[in-house]
């Protein structure tokens, strides 16, 4: 996906590379790839592993006795409903940490690169200051 992503980036006009911050950038490249790539070789396999041994252990609890294996699936709407509780401001928050996320990585970016120039002008100050504001509010 990242040689793919730079093939691309490859192609694209310099004013839009120039364009972007060096923390978006590096947003794309490092932090949405690993996003795709956590559900596709962790989450589906996990699942279904973890869909088929629950049916094996209802089916044995319903071989010992089924009325145990009713109660079992009570428990199933319940988990559903805290699962949602918990998840419902997911998105939100993962969009207002990865915008925070972008802002920290371009002000490290610039921070570092600018190094020369804030010492010349004696900015080190006000600059170590907007440096440290981002990685505050992240």
């Not at 947003?27 to 629950?54: C, Q």
């Not at 972008?102 to 010349?120: D, F, L, R």
Request: aromatic share 10%; proline share 3%.
């Amino acid at each position: 996906i990242r040689k793919k992503l730079a093939r691309k980036l490859m192609h694209l006009p310099l004013g839009v590379v120039e364009s972007k911050k060096i923390g978006e950038l590096k947003n794309i490249f490092v932090d949405k790839v690993e996003t795709i790539e956590l559900p596709l070789a962790h989450m589906i396999p996990e699942v279904i592993g973890n869909l088929l041994l629950s049916a094996a252990i209802f089916l044995y609890i319903m071989l010992i006795d089924w009325r145990m294996a009713c109660a079992l699936l009570v428990t199933i709407p319940i988990a559903l409903f805290a699962f949602n509780k918990l998840m419902s401001g997911f998105n939100e928050a993962y969009a207002k940490q990865m915008q925070s996320n972008n802002y920290m990585n371009s002000a490290i970016v610039e921070y570092i690169e600018g190094i020369e120039v804030i010492k010349t002008f004696n900015q080190s100050q006000s600059s170590y200051k907007k440096y440290q504001d981002a990685v505050d509010n992240y």
